[in-house]
């Protein structure tokens, strides 16, 4: 009996150790809520075929008709299921493997299947027989695309020898309109017979042109492009890349995912203005007729159809914003079938993706994690009503050129021409060059209140003097009776008009533009939220710098790190590392506040603190070991992201220093490795990753033995347009990695088509 019992109890401990797992958080660019929808009736009416809670979508129907073929998220990551047409069976893996699978076709006869995988590192095209009964093997796959470029939606032609799909392969990488460290790609339509051979370049353009259909004489290519103005249109073109041309009428925009049913029936996805969500639309490309009778309530995206009149489409209804993931994704915090189980080595992983653009901290212990919400939205939100009496200013200037000119007029006699008009134009100036100080200073530089007050008055002083000597020429002219009196009180009462507003300004320019930064727990089982403290920045931030960039606990969970600044902005421009002490409520400022200070790390034991910082007018990496602050890096490179293990002698960041520079706009960033020696100085930096791409965000694993970052190295897994509609997703990195310092070995942790990046590797023992 005992022998059992110490059996037993043995398991029981072997069990708990087996369980037990390190937890890693990552921000998710992730949507919620779709399903696969089933049409019985061409489209009259669509019901669930799936109703899992995870991600299903890109469903195609096998040619006899019977088989659903549809990707899903319900295992963590992207693979293909299969579910029979009739009945109620439940959904079945079609491919096992530890990769992402996606965008299936079928070959005409249905012996055959063809998808997107990242099986062998970046998106390629594999080939498969079809055998509904068994579960394949990824390692059985063909690869027909054997490209380093992504290589996406392939679609088999009508006879079956030939497969159309899109590449990024022939465009180079560059930067993204707005957000320049976002990579973008462009991609082109390419054709392949069905073995891999023969690969044909039929598209050029600087759009993303995508997801190519055959007619049914399989002599044009009909597919989407965004070549103008962004916004995707349906074009035709032959096969042999002639007569390239726009099928779809002007009038609409946001076309994708075109489905070739007949010479004169097209089916594409379009978002629907007026309720923000997506739909299907039919086109007859001869008439251009546009019809619009299978609007639904849901999202309804990339459709697929039979000849017996059977449908497939995914989505699911538009979600609404809840108080447990406020100002961000609409819908739950958490991805849906999360944690993922995982493991490297010998170290028991969960994966938790958090359907923010930043990383959400986990509270220790608990199901939670914290986030910050600003509820404004646009310049309007920020202004105050100290702000308003500023709009006289424009006013009157424009009422002092309206006199000029006037004058100029009426006084032609007396008072040469040109001199009211340089007048005029004078008051004109002199409020735009206010309007431009106050924007550089305020708005690029991001200044302190306290300096730019201090500029203003330097600006107020100039003003002043000038002010007095117009005066003095008025009195002077005026008792001399001389005509020109007149225009010198205009230049007086113009500038007394400056000086007061510039009075004004200094005495509220801190107080125009005011927001308060919530901070809430999300208990991420429940979506319960719960608000934390709310916060100000001190009166001398300016309030362009107000943002909350960076969030993250220190390591035994006791305080909350926060930066609030500019996440790529000046180097002076102001920027601060706050802490909020969970216990006692407190929050602190704890670096300066005189340049861009952010993105802080503390020590498990709270002796040492690195952060990055634009003091010297470089973006630099400095740590502070007890109240010694030392520049680690002091270089003119761009550095950010720093990261401290938890014994406190290691330390990461990024750096552009031996970056590819990009279109002049840009450079990638690497990460890079600075330890303690034995004299407790610091190394010099060692570069840790050389991928030609962006590399950032690393983190050290509790033991300090791993580095976990984002990567773009595996490139894109689906056209940026297709992802891109439904939500933001620049996939500036798009993959979470994890990489032994020691000998460099690395493990793809996540696959997938959606932006994730800003890990965290948090320690089981808490």
């Known amino acids: 009996m005992r022998h059992i019992f110490a059996i037993i109890s043995l398991f029981a401990i072997g069990l708990g150790y087996s369980q037990s797992s390190d937890q890693i958080f990552y921000s998710s660019f992730r949507p919620q809520g779709w399903d696969i929808h089933l049409s019985k009736d061409n489209g009259k009416s669509f019901s669930p075929l799936t109703t899992n809670e995870s991600l299903d979508y890109d469903a195609k129907i096998s040619p006899d008709g019977n088989w659903v073929v549809f990707t899903s998220e319900r295992l963590g990551k992207p693979q293909l299921f299969l579910k029979h047409v009739k009945g109620d069976t439940l959904p079945r893996l079609l491919i096992k493997s530890k990769s992402m699978q996606d965008q299936v076709d079928f070959s005409p006869d249905g012996k055959w299947i063809v998808f997107v995988s990242s099986h062998e590192g970046n998106a390629e095209i594999f080939k498969l027989p079809f055998k509904p009964n068994e579960t394949l093997s990824i390692n059985e796959a063909e690869n027909l695309s054997n490209n380093k470029a992504g290589d996406f939606r392939p679609r088999f032609s009508n006879d079956g020898n030939s497969i159309a799909f899109s590449s990024d392969r022939a465009h180079r990488i560059k930067p993204h309109k707005f957000l320049v460290f976002a990579m973008q790609r462009t991609g082109d339509i390419f054709t392949m017979s069905s073995d891999g051979t023969n690969v044909k370049r039929l598209t050029d353009s600087e759009g993303w042109d995508g997801s190519p259909n055959w007619s049914k004489d399989d002599s044009k290519i009909i597919f989407y492009s965004n070549r103008f103005d962004n916004k995707p249109h349906l074009f035709q073109i032959d096969v042999n890349g002639n007569n390239e041309s726009m099928i779809t009428p002007e009038t609409i925009s946001g076309a994708i995912s075109p489905l070739v049913i007949n010479d004169d029936r097209i089916l594409f996805t379009n978002e629907n203005l007026s309720n923000g969500t997506l739909r299907i639309l039919e086109l007859n490309p001869v008439t251009k007729k546009i019809d619009s009778s299978?609007?639904?309530?849901?999202?309804?995206?990339?459709i697929d159809y039979h000849n017996s009149g059977i449908m497939v489409i995914h989505g699911g209804k538009k979600l609404k914003e809840t108080e447990a993931n406020k100002g961000d994704f609409f819908g739950d915090i958490l991805v849906k079938n999360h944690p993922v189980k995982d493991t490297i080595e010998n170290i028991n992983l969960s994966h938790f993706g958090i359907r923010r653009s930043f990383a959400s901290p986990p509270t220790l212990n608990e199901s939670k994690v914290i986030y910050s919400y600003n509820p404004a939205r646009g310049f309007g939100d920020f202004i105050t009503l100290y702000f308003y009496p500023l709009i006289l200013l424009p006013c009157l200037a424009l009422y002092w050129f309206v006199?000029?000119?006037?004058?100029?007029?009426?006084?032609?006699?007396?008072?040469?021409?040109?001199?009211?008009?340089?007048?005029?134009?004078?008051?004109?100036?002199?409020?735009?060059?206010?309007?431009?100080?106050?924007?550089?200073?305020?708005?690029?530089?991001?200044?302190?209140?306290?300096?730019?007050r201090l500029k203003m008055i330097s600006v107020l002083v100039v003003v002043l003097i000038c002010l007095g000597l117009s005066y003095w020429f008025y009195k002077k002219r005026k008792s001399n009776a001389n005509p020109i009196a007149s225009l010198y009180k205009l230049y007086t009462l113009m500038l007394f008009g400056v000086a007061l507003g510039i009075i004004y300004i200094v005495l509220f320019t801190g107080s125009f533009l005011q927001s308060t930064t919530s901070f809430f727990t999300v208990d991420y089982n429940s979506n319960k939220a719960q608000k934390l403290f709310d916060f100000r920045a001190d009166k001398n931030f300016n309030p362009q710098s107000t943002s909350v960039i960076d969030t993250k606990l220190t390591p035994d969970g006791t305080a909350l790190l926060f930066s609030v600044g500019s996440f790529r902005g000046h180097p002076n421009a102001q920027g601060a590392v706050y802490k909020y002490n969970l216990e006692s409520k407190i929050i602190e400022r704890i670096t300066p506040m005189d340049s861009n200070h952010?993105?802080?790390?503390?020590?498990?034991?709270?002796?040492?603190?690195?952060?990055?910082?634009?003091?010297?007018?470089?973006?630099?990496?400095?740590?502070?070991?007890?109240?010694?602050?030392?520049?680690?890096?002091?270089?003119?490179?761009?550095?950010?992201?720093?990261?401290?293990?938890?014994?406190?002698?290691?330390?990461?960041?990024?750096?552009?220093?031996?970056?590819?520079?990009?279109?002049?706009?840009?450079?990638?960033?690497d990460v890079f490795l600075i330890e303690r020696q034995s004299d407790n100085s610091w190394s010099a930096p060692k570069q840790i990753t050389s991928y030609s791409g962006q590399e950032g965000h690393p983190h050290f694993s509790p033991d300090g033995n791993w580095m976990i970052y984002t990567t773009e190295e595996f490139g894109i897994n689906d056209e940026q347009p297709i992802v891109q509609s439904v939500i933001f997703a620049p996939q500036m990195y798009g993959e979470i990695v994890a990489e032994r310092i020691s000998d460099g070995k690395k493990v793809r942790l996540t696959h997938n088509k959606w932006e994730e990046g800003v890990p965290l590797w948090i320690s089981s023992k808490y």
């Open 294 to 302: 299978m609007i639904n309530e849901i999202h309804m995206m990339n």
């Open 598 to 669: 952010g993105f802080a790390d503390v020590s498990a034991d709270h002796r040492t603190m690195v952060f990055r910082s634009g003091e010297t007018g470089n973006m630099d990496i400095y740590v502070n070991e007890n109240g010694a602050v030392t520049n680690l890096t002091n270089s003119k490179a761009k550095e950010n992201f720093p990261a401290i293990s938890h014994d406190g002698n290691k330390i990461m960041y990024c750096s552009d220093v031996n970056g590819k520079d990009i279109q002049g706009l840009v450079k990638t960033m």
């Open 403 to 452: 006199t000029g000119v006037f004058r100029s007029v009426k006084k032609r006699k007396d008072i040469a021409f040109w001199k009211h008009i340089v007048f005029s134009m004078l008051s004109v100036l002199v409020m735009v060059l206010l309007v431009y100080l106050l924007d550089k200073w305020v708005g690029f530089q991001a200044l302190s209140m306290n300096t730019v």
